[in-house]
C-alpha cells in the first residue's frame, strides 16, 4: 500500500490521481478530514501532531509520501514542523515503511545563483530555517540507517485546482477576474515555477523507481523561464483578458505585513523576488528522459480551460 500523509491539499490529491493512474490502486489517503480521490482510495483521519496517530496512519504502507502543509504562520511552522517530521520518521521506522518527503526551497540562499540538489542552506528568517532544520532531522536519520527516504523539492507552484501559492493569488486569481495583477518587488527576474500536476506526477514516479532511493531531487520545471512581466502577458493571452499589473515596492509589503498575517509571513521570502530565482531541474531530467514537462502555456491553458466551466 502507498500512503499520502496530507492527502488533502493541492500535491496530495494531485499526487493519489497519478499514483492510481500509473502505478497502483492500493492508496491511502490520510488528513484530519481525508476524502476519496479515487473510487478505491482507503481513507484514515489523523493528526500528524499526535505520535500515535501518526504511527497508526502508517500502519500496512510500504511508500509513505509526506505532503501535509500549514498555515503560512512563523509561529506554527516554528513549533509544528519538527514535531511532525520527528513522528513521521518515527513512524515510518516502526512499520519499516520508506519515505517520500516533499519539501520546498525556503532553506536555500535567495540568491540569483543556479539552485542544485547540492546547494548548501543558507535560509533567510524563521521559516526557512526550520525548513532547514526538518531537511536535516531526516537527511540524519537517512545517514544513521532508521529510514529509507528521499526528497523530492519544488520551487513555487502555479496550478489548477485549489493550487495555493503567491503566483496564484497574486497574479493568475487577478488576470483570470480581468484585475490587475500584482507582483513583489520588480517584473525584470527570472522566475522558476513548477506546475502542481507535474509535481506530484514527478513525485509518484520517484517513488516507485528502485533507483531513486536514498537521494535528494528536483522536481522538473519548464526551463524557459519567464519573468513575471512575460508570464503575466502570457496568462492575459490565454485568459483572454487584459495583463495589467502593479509592482508591489518593499514598503508597501511591509505595511500590508502589519495587518496581514500570511503578508507578514511572506517577508523573508523578498529577496528571493529581487533576482533572478533559477531552479535546475536537470539530474531529474537526465533521469527521466521521457518524463514530458508542462510549458507554461500548456498550464495556463489548463487553468483557462478549468475555469471557464
Request: proline share 5%; glycine share 6%.
Amino acid at each position: 500500500m502507498q500512503t499520502i500523509l496530507g492527502a488533502s491539499g493541492q500535491i496530495g490529491e494531485q499526487l493519489a490521481r497519478a499514483l492510481n493512474d500509473n502505478f497502483t490502486t492500493d492508496i491511502q489517503l490520510v488528513s484530519r478530514n481525508p476524502k476519496k480521490v479515487n473510487p478505491t482510495d482507503k481513507l484514515f483521519s489523523a493528526d500528524l501532531l499526535d505520535a500515535q496517530q501518526a504511527k497508526a496512519a502508517v500502519a500496512g504502507a510500504d511508500i509513505v509520501y509526506l505532503t501535509a502543509g500549514l498555515p503560512m504562520d512563523t509561529q506554527r511552522w516554528v513549533e509544528q514542523w519538527p514535531i511532525m517530521m520527528s513522528n513521521v520518521i518515527e513512524a515510518c521506522a516502526a512499520h519499516g515503511a520508506r519515505l517520500v518527503f516533499f519539501d520546498n526551497t525556503y532553506m536555500y540562499p535567495q540568491t540569483a545563483e543556479p539552485h542544485t540538489e547540492n546547494t548548501p542552506f543558507k535560509p533567510n528568517g524563521a521559516k526557512g530555517r526550520v525548513r532547514a532544520q526538518i531537511a536535516n532531522q531526516l537527511l540524519q536519520a537517512m545517514q544513521e540507517g532508521k529510514v529509507e527516504a528521499m526528497i523530492c523539492r519544488a520551487p513555487e507552484f502555479y496550478g489548477p485546482g485549489k493550487t495555493q501559492s503567491i503566483t496564484n493569488s497574486t497574479i493568475i486569481d487577478n488576470v483570470s477576474k480581468g484585475n490587475p495583477a500584482r507582483v513583489f518587488l520588480r517584473d525584470d527576474t527570472l522566475r522558476s515555477l513548477i506546475y502542481t500536476p507535474d509535481a506530484s506526477r514527478a513525485m509518484a514516479l520517484l517513488g516507485n523507481t528502485s533507483d531513486a532511493w536514498g537521494q535528494t531531487w528536483h522536481l522538473p520545471c519548464d526551463d524557459n523561464r519567464l519573468t513575471y512581466r512575460q508570464f503575466i502577458a502570457l496568462a492575459a493571452e490565454v485568459l483572454g483578458t487584459s495583463g495589467d499589473y502593479k509592482i508591489l515596492k518593499q514598503w508597501q509589503l511591509s505595511l500590508a505585513g502589519l495587518v496581514n498575517k500570511t503578508a507578514r509571513g511572506a517577508a523573508e521570502l523578498l529577496p528571493r523576488y529581487r533576482v533572478d530565482n533559477l531552479f535546475d531541474s536537470s539530474k531529474f531530467k537526465a533521469r527521466f528522459p521521457e518524463f514530458r514537462v508542462t510549458t507554461y502555456r500548456e498550464g495556463l491553458q489548463a487553468i483557462a480551460n478549468e475555469r471557464s466551466h
